[in-house]
């Protein structure tokens, strides 16, 4: 997964400047984001402050890490099972 340049505290201080009410263009061209990046982080970190973000991330690493191990299990399985059907 690609890191982002931002930190969680400046993707927060981003989205807390558009809540008091500055323009999300200017915004946008100040930190040097797209509209599109802006929105998205709107929609994925909104109504957060910076130790639930923190907790979220740690959740999806966490995540994806029970998902690798899932797929490694399934892939031994099946090899187990291959071999077992030769013989």
Request: glycine letters at 4%.
């Amino acid at each position: 997964m690609k890191k982002s340049r931002f930190t969680d505290s400046q993707i927060m201080a981003v989205l807390k400047q558009a809540e008091v009410g500055a323009p999300v263009m200017d915004l946008c061209r100040e930190h040097g984001i797209s509209n599109a990046t802006f929105y998205k982080w709107r929609a994925k970190f909104g109504g957060m402050d910076v130790s639930l973000m923190a907790k979220m991330k740690e959740l999806e690493d966490e995540n994806r890490r029970l998902k690798k191990l899932y797929v490694d299990a399934q892939m031994r399985a099946l090899i187990v099972e291959e071999a077992l059907a030769k013989k």
